[in-house]
Nanobody, 130 residues
Framework: QVHLQESGGGSVQPGGSLTLSCVVSGYTFNKYCMAWFRQAPGKEREAVAAIDDDGRSKYEGSVVGRFTISQDSAKNTVFLRMNNVRPEDTAVYYC????????????????????????WGQGTQVTVSS
């Protein structure tokens, strides 16, 4: 049974940094597409970043240049490094994974579409406030 566990959330001041982790159990990293989404109170869930097993990545516009998605396939882990955070980054951050082929294509908007993902974590809260 596949399980995704996020960690690393917390409170941070504007301009600060935070790194989120997502550990996948029940599946050995082979072919995959993984992503981070977030949901702020009263708002729709939105994409943050995605990465595939070839290391290709895609980002939502407001985080370009500030956030970096990366992976450690040996540890079945995906990371989200958040730099220069802003109050509007406050949200619950969710990790998502898809292992079925054909995977979401990085040549399209699919990796940033939550409907493309089968597996989800429980979320970790990130609060940006002074």
């Amino acid at each position: 049974q596949v399980h995704l566990q996020e960690s690393g959330g917390g409170s941070v001041q504007p301009g600060g940094s935070l790194t989120l982790s997502c550990v996948v159990s029940g599946y050995t990293f082979n072919k995959y597409c993984m992503a981070w989404f977030r949901q702020a109170p009263g708002k729709e869930r939105e994409a943050v970043a995605a990465i595939d097993d070839d290391g290709r990545s895609k980002y939502e516009g407001s985080v370009v240049g500030r956030f970096t998605i990366s992976q450690d396939s040996a540890k079945n882990t995906v990371f989200l490094r958040m730099n220069n955070v802003r109050p509007e980054d406050t949200a619950v951050y969710y990790c998502a994974a898809e292992f079925r082929t054909p995977l979401p294509s990085m040549r399209t908007a699919q990796p940033l579409d939550p409907q493309e993902y089968t597996y989800w974590g429980q979320g970790t809260q990130v609060t940006v406030s002074s």
